[in-house]
């Protein structure tokens, strides 16, 4: 079967780096995803890692261990901003994502 | 350039009532996809439309639920007859190719009361 874990709420305070875990189960993977959404909007694109390993960009970084099945994000320098639903989500063929229930992030200032 | 609209933004409707949601995709775009968001659940697949073509419908309800992307228009979400337990927020995504690289809509956020 398909299945995505990761926490439901994570609390930090400005400033300060937090990592959300995500581990799935999947068949015919093709790469990890994760995605912002804050409350009421569209969910927009952060990360996408397909090979082991970490990819960083600005502020945000996301992690891979396919072996595992295990992922995670990782934000840096929190702001207010921040603030918001953490999606991570993997495939299943070429284009049906399968998404994980969030982490809801609350930054505290 | 303008993103992936959706409308309604909000939807009430009493059971038993019709719920028509539409999507405008990207410029550009005629993949589209749909995807439901019961409340404390993540994004479920429901849904891939070509341009009038159903692709893949996997996701979606057998009953109730319909969906079409004419060549001119929207792609429309119907839900017939709804029940509460189709309160939700309901995304539209759409792509230039049939691939993961999504661009999602605000949604639109059925009650049913």
């Known amino acids: 079967g398909q299945n995505i874990d990761q926490p439901t709420e994570m609390t930090a305070t400005e400033g300060a780096i937090v990592q959300i875990n995500c581990t799935y189960q999947?068949?015919?993977?093709?790469?990890l995803f994760w995605y912002q959404q804050h409350a009421g909007e569209a969910p927009t694109f952060l990360s996408y890692?397909?090979?082991?390993g970490l990819e960083e960009k600005g502020r945000f970084s996301s992690f891979l261990s396919r072996s595992k099945g295990y992922s995670y994000l990782l934000l840096k320098e929190l702001q207010m901003k921040d603030s918001a639903s953490y999606l991570c989500?993997?495939?299943?063929?070429?284009?049906?994502?399968?998404f994980g229930t969030g982490t809801r992030l609350k930054v505290l200032a | 350039n303008a993103g992936v609209m959706q409308n309604p933004r909000h939807l009430v409707r009493r059971r038993g009532q019709e719920a028509r949601l539409r999507c405008s995709p990207m410029k550009g775009h005629s993949h589209v996809y749909w995807y439901r968001q019961l409340p404390e659940e993540g994004l479920k697949f429901m849904v891939y439309l070509q341009k009038e073509n159903i692709i893949d419908e996997s996701g979606m309800p057998k009953e109730r639920f319909s969906a079409e992307f004419p060549k001119e228009g929207p792609s429309i979400l119907r839900i017939q007859q709804v029940v509460r337990g189709d309160s939700a927020a309901y995304f539209c995504a759409s792509s230039f190719e049939p691939t993961y690289e999504q661009y999602f809509g605000p949604g639109t956020r059925l009650t049913v009361t």
């Open positions: 999947t068949s015919g993977f093709n790469g």
């Open positions: 890692n397909v090979l082991d």
């Open positions: 989500a993997t495939t299943s063929g070429t284009y049906k994502y399968i």
